[in-house]
Each structure stands twice: as structure tokens, then as C-alpha cells.
């Protein structure tokens, strides 16, 4: 519903953030969503904001049925939330899906001003028959679905990167059409900096087995095909003759396959599996590790090389998707099936010269991701639509 400009002057513009189902625990999508919410609220006297989530309703209610908590979770999520988000939209003047995991939630919004966040499109890709590791089961298939309408029917679409809106564009030929979409690039949270020596020991004071002063190989994310956690553990059982360091993972566990590699590659005593660490723990991880390496098949953006260089770690990455356009020219790019040249890399940026190229170019291309720059688009991006 279009609004009267003159009526917008004399009061707060409200938005409504639609975030992610907690249970899903899709941490990047919460971190967000969360960044906006925290963001925004500061800008008191222009926006009025409101973060919403679908709740967790029949999954709580039924914690112990876990054989069929994907399949409440669905209801939560596709059948109780969107009478809610319905009912609650008419208090605002923009509705911004903040994932677009989400953008099914477009069909049940009367609102002309929806904008809808498009992180990646692996998954809808993959359900439209092309390779990008992402194998979606028949159920997926039909979320995907629901998915692709959302997207079609969404005022704007706003992408973190241009190589997500040119998947956009052809994967929806029609939306370049209307011209609507563009790129705001996502940002850094300024928790990412670098640490001294005494805040890297009290974040990681929980992880003795570390030797963190020793300095290590980092990568940070799932256990997910994409992310090619293969590849990083076999270049690195191909170098790690050359240099003494570990091997260290954190996010989601290393799966029983990788597990496994670990083991044939006889590397059990130079890898450390970390699990799943909070931001403090992990930015004093980037500012002790000798290179973060992100040797991804696919991405839509890419948060960890740049809070990697945040902190000053050099960091080598994948030259596929995004990865290119976020990193330009402050990280080598190597062909993530390449094992020997990731094997070379970490070998020659170990070296003291190299790092200080390398942390020196990433610090610069990371400045250019500032929290500030990105709630600044979002606001235009928001009064803009509410006035057409």
C-alpha cells in the first residue's frame, strides 16, 4: 500500500525485519537479521523497527518427538507463522524478509513495499537442476518452489553481492525487467578486530589443546559439500611437512567422512575440531591464526574471509561465485580442486614477508564493509520503496 510522502514527514517510518526460525539455527541468517534489528534501533528518529521470528510453537511443545520434528517445524513455519506475520503487517509501512529462505512469506503479505534479503541461491538452483552441491530431497524441492513464487511476486530483491543478483537475474529473467533489484553489500560486525596477545589468551583459555602463539591453519563454517573441507585437509597434509602447525576447524563438527580423512591422512594429532565457538572466541581465533583459508565451491557472499582480514589474519580463498568480487585483489584465489596450488599457498604465506603483505591488503579491503555504509542503503532503500 502506497503512502501519502507528506504523511511520512510527520512521523517515524516502521519497518517490520522478518527473521529466521531459531530452532533452524542458521546463524548467519540470525547474525543478520540481528545486525539490522541492532542497528537500526539507533536511528530513532527517523525508523521505527521491529524484528519478528516464527515461533517455535509445536516443536517446543513436542521437544522428545524428534522422528518428526522437521515435520512440525514446517508448520510453525508455513502454516501458524504466516497468520501471524499477516495480522501484525498492517502496523507497518515496509515488511523486509531478511533471508530469502523466507520469501514465501511474500504470499500471504497484501503490502506493496516488501523487500526481501537474497543471501545465496544455491538451494533454489539445485532444485532447478543445476550443480552447485546442494541436493535438495523432494520436500526441499517443493519449499523451493514456494520459494522461486515469493521471490517473483517481491517488490524489490535486494542482493549482498552482484554475482547473487546476476544468479538472480537468470534465474527470474523478468525481475531484471522490472529493475528494481540491486546489490547492498553485507558488512562486518565491529566485534571482528584485531586482538593482542592477552585478550587472544582469556577468549581461548577453554582450548588448551591449542597452540595458538604457535600459529595454525583456520577455516571456519559446515561440513557441507560446498565448503570443501576435503580439499583444505588434503593441501594441508601435503604442506604439513614443510611447516609445523594445526589444522584447526570450527562451526559445525567435522562429519564421519572427514573424520575419516583425517585419520587416512594420518593427521589425528595436528587437527583440532572446535565445535562451535561465540564471536569473541572466535575473532581472537583470526587474530592468532597464521591464514584462514576459505576454499568454498559456492558462496553468496562470504562473511569469514572478511572478518578474517578484520582481525589481520591473511587469508586464501576459493575464485568461484562471490568470493572474487568480495576479496578482489587482497587474497590469493586459487581453484578449490586444485589441491596442489592451496598446498603451495599455505606453505609461502606462512612466510613473514608474505604475511604482512597479505594482512595488510586485508585489513584495507575489509574496511571497505562497513556496518554504518550498509544501515545507511538499507534506510534509503526503505524510504524509497514506502514512497512509490
Known amino acids: 500500500m502506497n503512502q501519502d510522502p507528506e504523511k511520512m514527514k510527520k512521523r517515524r517510518l516502521r519497518v517490520l525485519l522478518v527473521a529466521n526460525y531459531l530452532p533452524d539455527k542458521q546463524e548467519s541468517m540470525l547474525r543478520f537479521s540481528e545486525m539490522l534489528f541492532r542497528g537500526l534501533s539507533l536511528e530513532k528518529a527517523t525508523i521505527e523497527v521491529a524484528l519478528i521470528n516464527p515461533r517455535a510453537i509445536l516443536v517446543r511443545q513436542n521437544a522428545r518427538s524428534s522422528a518428526f520434528k522437521k515435520y512440525l517445524a514446517y508448520i510453525d513455519k508455513l502454516f501458524i507463522f504466516p497468520f501471524l506475520l499477516f495480522l501484525d503487517s498492517f502496523k507497518f509501512d515496509v515488511v523486509h524478509i531478511c533471508d530469502q529462505g523466507n520469501a514465501f512469506y511474500k504470499l500471504v503479505l497484501p503490502h506493496k513495499t516488501t523487500i ?10 539445485a532444485a532447478l537442476g543445476e550443480d552447485t552441491s546442494c541436493p535438495p530431497s523432494s520436500l526441499g524441492k517443493l519449499l523451493q518452489g514456494l520459494i522461486l513464487l515469493g521471490l517473483k511476486c517481491a517488490e524489490q530483491i535486494i542482493c549482498v553481492s552482484q554475482a547473487t543478483l546476476n ?12 529493475g528494481l533489484d540491486f546489490v547492498i553489500a553485507s558488512a562486518v560486525e565491529p566485534v571482528f578486530k584485531k586482538q593482542n596477545e592477552t585478550e587472544i589468551g582469556r577468549a581461548l583459555a577453554r582450548f588448551p589443546e591449542l597452540n595458538w602463539k604457535q600459529g595454525f591453519v583456520l577455516h571456519v563454517g559446515s561440513s557441507h559439500i560446498r565448503k570443501n573441507r576435503a580439499g583444505l585437509i588434503k593441501a594441508f597434509a601435503g604442506s604439513a611437512e614443510r611447516f609445523s602447525s594445526q589444522l584447526v576447524f570450527c562451526g559445525e563438527r567435522l562429519n564421519e567422512n572427514l573424520s575419516e580423512l583425517v585419520r587416512e591422512l594420518d593427521l589425528q594429532s595436528r587437527t583440532l575440531d572446535l565445535g562451535k565457538v561465540d564471536d569473541l572466541e ?12 576459505f576454499p568454498s565451491y559456492f558462496e553468496g557472499f562470504g562473511w569469514p574471509p572478511l572478518e578474517a582480514q578484520a582481525c589481520g589474519c591473511p587469508v586464501i580463498s576459493s575464485n568461484r561465485a562471490s568470493l572474487p568480487e568480495v576479496l578482489g585483489k587482497s587474497a590469493p584465489l586459487i581453484d578449490p580442486d586444485d589441491i596442489q596450488s592451496l598446498s603451495h599457498w599455505l606453505t609461502k604465506i606462512s612466510d613473514p614477508e608474505e604475511q604482512l603483505k597479505w594482512k595488510k591488503l586485508g ?5 571497505r564493509y562497513s556496518k554504518q555504509a550498509m544501515l545507511q542503503q ?3 532503500a526503505y524510504e524509497k520503496i514506502s514512497n512509490r
Open 116 to 125: 526481501v534479503s537474497c543471501h545465496d541461491l544455491g538451494a533454489l538452483r
Open 363 to 367: 585489513e584495507e579491503n575489509a574496511a
Open 378 to 380: 538499507y534506510l534509503k
Open 167 to 178: 544468479d538472480l537475474n537468470r534465474v527470474i529473467p523478468k525481475r531484471k525487467s522490472i
Open 282 to 293: 572466535l575473532a581472537a581465533l583470526y587474530s592468532a591464526a597464521t591464514v584462514f583459508v
